[in-house]
């Protein structure tokens, strides 16, 4: 017998206010049809003044509590995936805890950029194989529009608000690769790409926040490369094959990416999940946003090999294999 972890439940929560392609072109010189080509993005959703990281988190983690069917009694380890926290400290996930009035065990961030949630993810199986959780909330959340420069074109359409969580619960297997659960991750990171995908910002250095910088085309090229040899390793890993995968939920950062991460992989369109043109990238919000639109639409059935795979800021990388 091995543990395992598996998805219980599911949210997500998207801000109220959406700016389009159209709205975007009033404020730099851009237009919808440049954008949807580029990126597949058709809007994104933006925080309210005085919104914060943890209140899109504590929304996307109770309608995921609420779909698994637990109370914040029964959740003893809250892990948030972020690059937005709501102050520099404490971990934005203690105040997301008292938030949800979860009383057990410990909460805190993960910053990972795009890949946090692969990296949080990863962190929670971990943990709840090792006997140190039981059940866990696994958070994606950002307000990116905070720390974009709205008059660079080049960044500012890209990127989003939004969270998306899952539960994750601790279930008996067989260790083998047909139990239900996480049956492996992957992750990576290349330091010496710092510089490709960064915020010119931070305590240490600048005392301020900073905006995005971004290599457009280093970060396409490696996002491509990262993430199907992520998921070709979690695949080997349980010796499992690309013909055995049913669905693949990239990280949603321009449908180009997607599309060729898909290809790559030798999947039929319609199995890889897609968000991106509903929320544009919400870093580490996009796969449990995308994990999240799948469960809703009824996609995923009993035994299905699904794929997450990331690529982000670092550069840092991950893939895990789940069966449904
Ligand atoms: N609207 C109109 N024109 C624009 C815009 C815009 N928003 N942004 C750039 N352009 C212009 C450029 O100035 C350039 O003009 P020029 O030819 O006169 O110099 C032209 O469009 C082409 O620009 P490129 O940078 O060559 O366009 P490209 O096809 O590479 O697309 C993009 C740019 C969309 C950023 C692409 O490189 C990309 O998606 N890279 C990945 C970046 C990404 O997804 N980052 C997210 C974070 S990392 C991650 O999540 C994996």
Redesign the pocket.
Known sequence: MMRRSIVKGVGAYLPEKVLTNDD??QL????DE??KQ??GIERRHIAADGELTCDLSAKAALAAMDNAGVTADDIDLVILATTTPDNTFPATAARVQAKLGVSKGPAFDVQA??SGFIFALTQADNMIRLGQAKRALVIGAEIYSRILDWQD???????GDGAGAIVLEAAEGEGSNTDRGVLATSLGTDGRCYDH?YVDGGVASTQTAGV?K?A?????R??VSR?CESVEQVLADCDLSKEDLNWLIP????I??INKVGDKLGLDGSKVIVTVQDHA?T?AA?IPLALTHGVKKGLFKPGDVIALT????GFTWGAALLRW
């Open positions: 975007l072109s730099v010189e851009t237009s440049w954008i580029r990126t950029v795009c074109r080049s960044t500012c359409v890209l990127f995908l995005v971004m457009g085309k280093e970060v396409f490696q996002a993430m990280h949603q950062a321009n180009r990416i990238n870093s996009t990331a690529m982000g800021g």
